[in-house]
């Protein structure tokens, strides 16, 4: 069983459409992370949300925390060619042991293909 | 800022063999993680470690093995490689880990291919 469900898998749009991407859990997280990858490169950090209801944009990227914090969203507007990636979340729990230590748990991530 | 650094980048292996494959920072961040990606997988933890002779096991340990002599070095070693090790293996790093919060900065990554 995935702990945190991305959807949907993959998505290819036209440039200027709008799009929104989002990661469901049944656990509640501390907080989340969404990266963006890209093709022979480790993932970079977009964004993390802390607080339950937290809207946070980045230009044209909206991010968005559940009010139970088991959920998030990704919206972008206007999609750009340049936001051609993998996009993963990422959501932080007490860790496998040890007090204090956190984990991340990733999603499988969405593949977005922006067509010029 | 070179950041986190991984080598190599390509490896392929015959099953059996065995192989290291280095993790170095330079941002002197406490938490080294490794990560290995499959298609369509995400990414699962192997190991971490909170500091300097701290280290523990994450979600995916079996066949891997890990060590941390100083704040900037979290080598992984596969000592005797199988087929199903085959992947991307990513190595992190973070400052610190209030309420987990704290971004992870990653290599580039090491494509592993066992034969």
């Known amino acids: 069983t995935q702990l945190l469900e991305q959807s949907p898998q993959f998505l290819s749009i036209q440039e200027g459409e709008n799009l929104t991407v989002y990661c469901n859990s049944s656990s509640v997280f501390s907080s989340l992370q969404w990266y963006r990858q890209e093709p022979g490169e480790g993932p970079v950090l977009l964004v993390t949300v802390v607080t339950g209801g937290e809207v946070k944009k980045l230009k044209r990227l909206t991010f968005q925390f559940g009010d139970a914090r088991k959920d998030s969203s990704l919206h972008i507007t206007a999609a750009q060619p340049g936001d051609t990636g993998l996009y993963l979340c990422?959501?932080?729990?007490?860790?496998?042991?040890?007090?204090?230590?956190?984990?991340?748990?990733f999603g499988k991530g969405t593949k977005l293909s922006v067509i010029p | 800022n070179a950041g986190v650094t991984q080598t190599p980048k390509f490896r392929i292996l015959k099953i059996g063999q065995s192989m290291t494959l280095q993790c170095t920072q330079d941002m002197n961040h406490n938490y080294m993680y490794w990560y290995r990606q499959d298609p369509g997988m995400g990414l699962k933890l192997i190991y971490y470690?909170?500091?300097?002779?701290?280290?523990d096991k994450g979600e995916v340990p079996n066949g891997y093995n890990v060590s941390r002599s100083t704040t900037e070095d979290f080598p992984l070693r596969l000592e005797l490689a199988a087929p199903s090790q085959t992947s991307v293996y990513f190595c992190?790093?973070?400052?610190?880990?209030?309420?987990?919060?704290?971004?992870?900065?990653f290599g580039n990554g090491t494509r592993l291919t066992v034969t």
């Open positions: 992190a790093s973070s400052y610190s880990q209030g309420q987990g919060s704290s971004p992870l900065h």
């Open positions: 470690s909170v500091g300097a002779g701290i280290t």
């Open positions: 990422a959501g932080a729990r007490r860790g496998y042991s040890g007090a204090g230590s956190y984990q991340l748990t």
